[in-house]
Nanobody
Framework: QVQLVESGGDSVQAGGSLRLSCAVS????????MGWFRQAPGKEREGVAV????????YFADSVKGRFTISQDNAKNTLYLQMNSLKPEDTAMYYC??????????????????WGQGTQVTVSS
């Protein structure tokens, strides 16, 4: 059973930083892709960042380019999202996601089928 568990969400002031973590277990695929999505109240879920778990190539939404980085620690089976220079518009529930062959959500060249429960990020001005 695949489990993705996010952590690291918090309330911060604009300009601050946070690092989100996603602990992955039961995931049997290698050399695929993983990513982060977010959803603000009243808005649709949007892709934030994607990483190729084999080659390490990355893809970012225009709104976060230059401020967010995505990385992985294969030894710890953990995905990270480093968020710097946070803005109030970054406020959202952030979700970790992983590739799956039956995934219906496509973003950044990856199809996503496995999802975490989310971690809340709130940025105040």
């Amino acid at each position: 059973q695949v489990q993705l568990v996010e952590s690291g969400g918090d309330s911060v002031q604009a300009g601050g930083s946070l690092r989100l973590s996603c602990a992955v277990s039961g995931y049997r695929y290698s050399n695929r892709c993983m990513g982060w999505f977010r959803q603000a109240p009243g808005k649709e879920r949007e892709g934030v960042a994607v990483i190729s778990t084999g080659g390490g190539s990355t893809y970012f939404a225009d709104s976060v380019k230059g401020r967010f980085t995505i990385s992985q620690d294969n030894a710890k089976n953990t995905l990270y999202l480093q968020m710097n220079s946070l803005k109030p518009e970054d406020t959202a529930m952030y979700y970790c996601a992983a590739w799956g062959e039956y995934g219906r959500i496509w973003y950044g060249g990856c199809r996503f089928d496995y999802w975490g429960q989310g971690t809340q990020v709130t940025v105040s001005s």
